[in-house]
Nanobody
Framework: QVQLVESGGGLVQAGGSLRLSCAASRRTFSNYAMGWFRQAPGKEREFVAG????????HYADSVKGRFTISRDNAKNTVYLQMNSLKPEDTAVYYC?????????????????WGQGTQVTVSS
């Protein structure tokens, strides 16, 4: 069992930055690929970014490429999402997820564990 707790969400103006964190409870955190997803009201949950268990492989949704950066610190059992140049369309609840695999999947149904989510609101 892995418990995930997100933090760092909030209200920011367009063009601003936020850094989300996701702390995992399990000491074998490094055995899990990690992903960030988001869900806006009335929309389906969508993939944002993923990182392999070593941190050596990352991939992003086209909508966030060049603006968001995913990283992880296995010594701290934490994965991060640095979000720059935020846009109003980035407004959503952001979730982190863990999958016992090498590469992070892009489908939310492939993940084994989820956090409770953190709200990100970008004002125009």
């Amino acid at each position: 069992q892995v418990q995930l707790v997100e933090s760092g969400g909030g209200l920011v103006q367009a063009g601003g930055s936020l850094r989300l964190s996701c702390a995992a409870s399990r000491r074998t955190f490094s055995n899990y690929a990690m992903g960030w997803f988001r869900q806006a009201p009335g929309k389906e949950r969508e993939f944002v970014a993923g990182i392999s268990w070593s941190g050596g492989n990352t991939h992003y949704a086209d909508s966030v490429k060049g603006r968001f950066t995913i990283s992880r610190d296995n010594a701290k059992n934490t994965v991060y999402l640095q979000m720059n140049s935020l846009k109003p369309e980035d407004t959503a609840v952001y979730y982190c997820a863990a999958d016992r695999d090498v590469i992070a999947p892009m489908r939310w149904g492939d993940y084994d564990y989820w956090g409770q989510g953190t709200q990100v609101t970008v004002s125009s």
